[in-house]
């Protein structure tokens, strides 16, 4: 069972507007989460992350927000681009994982121009 | 610029056949690890080290096993390769501790026919 999950495989939002991801986890211990964007023919690369003793994070046109009594987090990012095209998948995990990270199963997002 | 770097792009084997996936960092990481990468999935991880000669399992080990004999290189194997490891696969590095970020290579698309 998937303890991270991303239920929209693909978005698709237009030019200067706001793109929503969403992640949902089950396992309470959970964190810290972070947000991770992969361009075709590329290897992931970090974006932003939240500890769970915050409920926002924000950097540059891109923030996260996490509901911990929903399990929920977000990534929003304002405005967006057709640069920002990629899969972002979020990733969770708990101080005593060691170095285990849980992934969602991740969300294409189309920023048409 | 940090680096992980893994040998090939695209391979191509044939069921049964031995694999072995060499991945290459030069930031003097301690830790490595081998996720794969399947569609809706996400990325599972198969294996991780925190020093040399040291591993552990990660949520998928089955049918992989891992070697570290130097601190820079991390490799994958596959014993016996089979069609259901036909897959992208991600290596990974980091420092210290969960909150420090992973540093991903390009992925290697194996192909197991």
Same mark, same amino acid.
């Given at each position: 069972?998937?303890?991270?999950?991303?239920?929209?495989?693909?978005?698709?939002?237009?030019?200067?507007?706001i793109?929503?991801?969403?992640?949902?986890?089950?396992?309470?211990? $959970?964190?810290?989460?972070?947000?991770? %964007?992969?361009?075709? *023919? &590329?290897?992931?690369?970090?974006?932003?992350?939240?500890?769970?003793?915050?409920?926002?994070?924000?950097?540059?046109?891109?923030?996260? $927000?996490?509901?911990?009594?929903?399990?929920?987090?977000?990534?929003?990012?304002?405005?967006?681009?057709?640069?920002?095209? *990629?899969?972002?998948?979020? *990733?969770?995990?708990?101080?005593?994982?060691?170095?285990?990270?849980?992934?969602?199963?991740?969300?294409?997002?189309?920023? %048409?121009? | 610029?940090?680096?992980?770097? /893994?040998? @090939?792009?695209?391979?191509?084997?044939?069921?049964?056949?031995?694999?072995?996936?060499?991945?290459?960092?030069?930031?003097?990481h &301690?830790? =490595?690890?081998?996720?794969?990468?399947?569609?809706?999935?996400?990325?599972?991880?198969?294996?991780?080290?925190?020093?040399? %000669?040291?591993? &552990? %399992?990660?949520?998928?080990p089955?049918?992989?096993?891992? @070697?570290?004999?130097?601190?820079?290189r991390?490799?994958?194997?596959?014993? @016996?390769a089979?069609t259901? /490891?036909?897959? =992208?696969?991600?290596?990974? @590095?980091? =420092?210290?501790?969960? &909150?420090?970020?992973?540093? $991903?290579?390009?992925?290697?698309?194996?192909?197991?026919?």
């Amino acid at each position: 069972d998937q303890q991270v999950k991303q239920n929209s495989p693909s978005l698709s939002v237009q030019e200067g507007r706001i793109s929503i991801l969403n992640c949902d986890y089950t396992n309470s211990m $959970f964190d810290y989460f972070l947000w991770y %964007k992969k361009y075709p *023919a &590329e290897g992931p690369t970090f974006l932003i992350s939240i500890s769970s003793i915050k409920d926002k994070n924000e950097d540059g046109r891109f923030t996260v $927000f996490l509901n911990k009594s929903a399990k929920h987090l977000s990534l929003h990012i304002v405005p967006s681009q057709p640069g920002d095209s *990629a899969v972002y998948f979020c *990733a969770a995990t708990f101080n005593n994982a060691g170095n285990m990270l849980t992934f969602g199963g991740g969300t294409r997002l189309m920023v %048409k121009p | 610029d940090v680096k992980v770097t /893994q040998s @090939s792009r695209y391979l191509v084997k044939r069921t049964g056949e031995k694999v072995f996936l060499e991945c290459v960092q030069d930031m003097d990481h &301690e830790n =490595m690890f081998w996720y794969r990468q399947d569609p809706g999935l996400g990325l599972r991880l198969i294996y991780f080290s925190y020093d040399v %000669k040291m591993k &552990e %399992k990660g949520d998928i080990p089955e049918g992989y096993s891992v @070697s570290r004999e130097k601190k820079e290189r991390f490799s994958l194997i596959l014993e @016996s390769a089979s069609t259901n /490891q036909t897959s =992208m696969y991600l290596c990974a @590095s980091r =420092m210290g501790g969960p &909150e420090e970020k992973l540093f $991903f290579g390009s992925g290697t698309q194996l192909s197991v026919l």
